[in-house]
């Protein structure tokens, strides 16, 4: 259920006094404190930013800062961004678990740096910013829940699909092919992410995908075992005694379906016996 901790592993960091501090409050924090540090220190962004020239050439820290470029420039967008971070990554931190939400973000904060680090082989490339990165966690959190109602009671799934739909827009305008491939790495790693821990609806391609790589049941073929014959009592007047003993007390209909089957057999016995 949407605002409720759903997953064993979901513990504080650490706590400040009564109030906990959970990895992603944790995150807003050191965000915050990178943009703070940025606004009276701004010439330590350049080495921060992701450039695949220099990451070839031993600057592999920039693999993981980059994300945390945040310059004074766009510091309201920073602060819609941090509060997004917030609402929504706590809710996938408390379905999924602290450790899984850990992996999660390195996930999207390592993968999109790594592919243009291989992209920067053939063509130099640069990115920086955490718009991609927190994007993915929206992503994640619309994979959970994606029927609850959000902005003008839009579904969230809704939501993720119409600003990914401007993003993208925005960045092809833009001919950014690094940070275009960067977002939608985003999405789909995070998609994929929340959906191979089976969380959320089950949709029928997906269930289809899952059923072409898991393994066939093996059958075990069993053998048929032979009918069972019934054996007909020697005796046939033994078989039939009871039976007439019931019609003379309380008459022919007093028998059952399966007391007037034997009551024939024994019959047709007896007939047959007489030839």
């Known amino acids: 259920m949407f605002g409720v901790t759903t997953s064993d592993d979901y513990q504080p960091v650490t706590w400040v006094g009564r109030y906990p501090i959970d990895v ?6 050191i965000h915050s ?19 695949s020239a220099a990451v070839l050439h031993g600057a592999v820290w920039q693999i993981g800062t980059y994300a945390f470029v945040h310059p004074p420039s766009g510091l309201l967008w920073f602060a819609i961004e941090m509060y997004m971070l917030f609402m929504f990554g706590r809710e996938v931190e408390r379905f999924i ?14 993968a999109p740096a790594l592919l243009l680090t291989l992209w920067g082989l053939g063509e130099r490339t640069a990115i920086a910013g955490s718009s991609g990165l927190h994007f993915g966690i929206f992503v994640a959190f619309a994979t959970i829940y994606p029927r609850v109602e959000m902005f003008l009671r839009i579904m969230a799934k809704w939501v993720a699909l119409v600003l990914g739909a401007i993003l993208t827009l925005q960045l092809f305008a833009a001919r950014a092919w690094p940070e275009l491939t960067a977002l939608w790495l985003s999405v789909g790693s995070a998609f994929l992410f929340i959906r191979m821990r089976g969380i959320g609806p ?30 007909e009592p ?15 007390k309380s008459g022919m209909s007093s028998l059952t379906a399966s007391e007037r089957r034997a009551l024939d057999r024994a019959r047709n016995q007896l007939l047959k016996n007489s030839k």
């Open 33 to 51: 404190i990178a943009a703070v540090i940025a606004c009276f220190i701004p010439r330590l962004l350049n080495p921060m930013m992701f450039d």
């Open 24 to 29: 992603t409050t944790l995150l807003v924090g």
């Open 234 to 248: 020697e005796n046939v007047h033994e078989s039939i005694d009871p039976l007439l003993e019931k019609i003379s």
């Open 202 to 231: 089950e949709m029928e391609w997906w269930t289809a995908l899952k059923g072409k790589w898991q393994s066939k049941p093996k059958f075990q073929v069993v053998e048929r075992s032979a009918p069972r014959r019934r054996v």
């Open 97 to 110: 678990g602290r450790r899984a939400f850990i992996v999660l973000y390195l996930t999207l904060l390592l």
